[in-house]
């Protein structure tokens, strides 16, 4: 599996974009880029996952570079509610189990 | 809510004693997933199972077992407890058992397991 490296925390204002770096330079060409949250001690959260292309729902974007050993996670406007520990998970195809690193803790603020 | 229940929320126990989590996944999720969150280890991957087998193993100890019965439910058994057990148990569920498109895991509220 990828080894990343996120940033510990980062604090973002409210209503204004939040954009969470992931390095990723060890990725294989068959290991999606998942993005997961969690809030303070709840079950954590799918927020969006990625191949090659630029990905968006209705959560998120996830940018990822050409190269695939970057990416960076958009959410569009932070609201306090997203205030979380960020993961960014790389995971192959034929194992669906997601190792968890330190992430990094944003936190909204008013 | 995930659609993932786990029960009970909340464990206290005694070091030495068993335990067993349950978990019930979301409607029409075949694969089951099993995660420790402890403060000094962060989340950790214990174990998979897909449709009653096991699948993938992480760093479960060989004093806890997992299994899925064919109704899909899963339980989680913790036997000769120590203190450093004490954690936050998930579980998730999720539709097939590898990575991909529609496939992202859904994690339940987690049972707090408390060992003195």
């Known amino acids: 599996d990828a080894k990343t490296t996120q940033p510990t925390s980062m604090d973002c204002a409210e209503g204004r974009a939040a954009n969470l770096p992931c390095n990723h330079s060890t990725i294989s060409g068959n290991e999606y880029v998942y993005w997961y949250r969690q809030i303070h001690s709840q079950g954590p959260q799918y927020i969006i996952h990625g191949l090659k292309n630029n990905e968006t729902n209705e959560m998120a974007s996830l940018i990822i570079t050409e190269d695939r050993k970057s990416s960076t996670l958009i959410l569009p406007h932070a609201t306090l509610r997203d205030t979380a520990v960020y993961y960014c998970?790389?995971?192959?195809?034929?194992?669906?189990?997601?190792?968890f690193g330190t992430g990094t803790r944003l936190t909204v603020i008013p | 809510d995930s659609g993932v229940t786990q029960t009970p929320k909340h464990l206290i126990t005694a070091t030495g004693q068993r335990v067993t989590l349950r978990c019930s996944p979301r409607s029409g999720d075949l694969s089951v997933y099993w995660y420790q969150q402890s403060l000094d280890q962060g989340l950790q991957f214990l174990i998979q199972y897909y449709n009653g087998e096991e699948r993938a193993k992480g760093n479960i100890l060989e004093r806890f077992s997992a299994q899925q019965f064919p109704d899909l439910h899963s339980e989680l058994n913790l036997s000769s407890l120590e203190l450093g057990d004490s954690a936050l148990y998930f579980c998730?569920?999720?539709?097939?058992?590898?990575?991909?498109?529609?496939?992202?895991?859904?994690f339940g509220p987690g049972t707090r397991l408390t060992v003195l």
């Open positions: 998730a569920s999720s539709v097939e058992a590898g990575a991909g498109r529609g496939n992202e895991q859904f």
């Open positions: 998970i790389p995971t192959g195809r034929g194992a669906n189990n997601l190792f």
